[in-house]
């Protein structure tokens, strides 16, 4: 995964950029790159709109670096600002889509899932490919969650929603990765042996 | 009664209550089941980085040269605003006593204001076609526009004293004169400019 917090930045270059200096702003970009746009690449659903969210990313870090008071690592500044245009992104698309909203209710009741062809049992897919099967809002709660470490709450404030709407996209994006990876034969216990318990 | 799949996460995230955390300890399935959304987890964050197929750089950099030019535009027309305003208000208040040297001062930078609102028009069309620069016209280009900012801060401070200005006006022509020269590919200019 991209690693935010192994990017170096020393304090001459940040305190450059933060003056505006046109090099030490290339530097900082050319730092977060890989993370910014992995993060990207995860949460919307094709290159283009990816490196959109890079280039929109970028343009708000280099209007606002000055700005930026230290409080808290300037790598989770910057993974803010690419999280919120990258869930922009995705609300944008729902706007031009006709939907109102990210998601749909507080219980996560959210829109089908994307058409999949049936996985059966033995089949095994790549996880990256699995990740692009659940919807726009489980794919980006499980990313921010899990692998970007964000806390429910963080995320209910990312997408306006509440810390209980997290929690139940990311139980979502579980039991949909659960399927879609071909192993229900070996796991698929406690919600159905639950079910008959 | 087994947990459910958010109470599964909540204990794989250490926050689950201590039933779950029992529950799961004498559950081989549900065991299972927690390794297996454990597993999950790695495996996403096992994924390697990606890179864009583009470089957003120089859209970047144009937007902010961009942003730097409208505002140094504002700021530009604000002085020269004032530095006319400085010129006539010392014709008018000295009236009889106005040397030939004075009157000479308030036309030439009169002119040289003018010129300067000529340049930097010049230069907003330039940056509307932004070419592909070189690195070299990059860092001349930078460099200029940093002397551009400490002139213009200058000029903003030298309030009254209009004799004071002119040199700061001609500096600022001139540095004008080699943007355009870079920005036109015109590499002949910049050492106009002492770089």
């Known amino acids: ?197 | 009664m087994h947990p459910d799949t958010g109470e599964l996460l909540a204990l794989r995230d250490g926050a689950a209550v201590r039933e779950v955390a029992a529950h799961v300890r004498g559950c081989p399935l549900c065991a299972a089941e927690l390794e297996r959304l454990d597993a999950v987890r790695r495996s996403l964050a096992a994924l390697p980085e990606e890179r864009p197929s583009r470089d957003v750089w120089p859209a970047v950099r144009a937007a902010v040269l961009q942003s730097r030019q409208t505002r140094r535009l504002v700021r530009a027309g604000w002085v020269a605003a004032a530095a006319a305003a400085v010129f006539t208000a010392a014709v008018t208040v000295r009236g009889v006593v106005e040397t030939i040297e004075e009157s000479r001062a308030a036309q030439a930078a009169t002119v040289l204001v003018a010129q300067s609102q000529q340049l930097e028009q010049a230069l907003q069309s330039y940056q509307t076609r932004e070419r592909v620069m070189t690195g070299w016209e990059a860092s001349t280009v930078s460099q200029l526009e940093d002397r551009l900012e400490t002139v213009d801060a200058r000029l903003a401070r030298s309030g009254e004293r209009s004799r004071e200005s002119l040199p700061l006006w001609q500096e600022r022509v001139e540095l004008l004169q080699a943007l355009v020269d870079a920005r036109s590919g015109d590499d002949a200019r910049p050492t106009y400019a002492g770089l």
């Not at chain 1, 995964?1 to 046109?22: E, H, K, Y």
Request: glycine share 8%.
């Open chain 1, 1 to 197: 995964m991209g690693s935010w917090f192994s990017v170096t930045l020393d304090d001459v270059t940040l305190a450059r950029a933060r003056r505006g200096d046109l090099g030490a702003l290339e530097a900082v970009c050319r730092a977060f790159e890989a993370p910014v746009y992995t993060l990207a690449r995860r949460l919307v659903r094709n290159p283009h709109d990816a490196e959109e969210v890079l280039q929109e990313t970028f343009l708000e870090v280099v209007r606002s670096i000055e700005r930026y008071r230290g409080d808290g690592s300037f790598a989770g500044w910057v993974r803010q600002v690419a999280a919120s245009k990258a869930l922009g992104r995705l609300r944008y698309h729902r706007v031009r889509a006709g939907e109102t909203s990210l998601d749909t209710d507080e219980d996560g009741e959210a829109p089908p899932e994307p058409a999949v062809e049936p996985v059966h049992p033995g089949d095994r897919l790549d996880v990256a490919a699995a990740l692009e099967l659940l919807s726009d809002s489980a794919r980006a709660v499980v990313w921010l969650h899990d692998v970007e470490g964000y806390t429910h709450d963080e995320i209910g404030a990312l997408m306006a929603r509440t810390a209980s709407f997290s929690k139940s996209q990311l139980a979502r994006a579980h039991a949909r990765l659960r399927e879609v990876l071909g192993r229900q034969g070996e796991t698929e216990r406690c919600t159905r042996t639950l079910a008959n318990s």
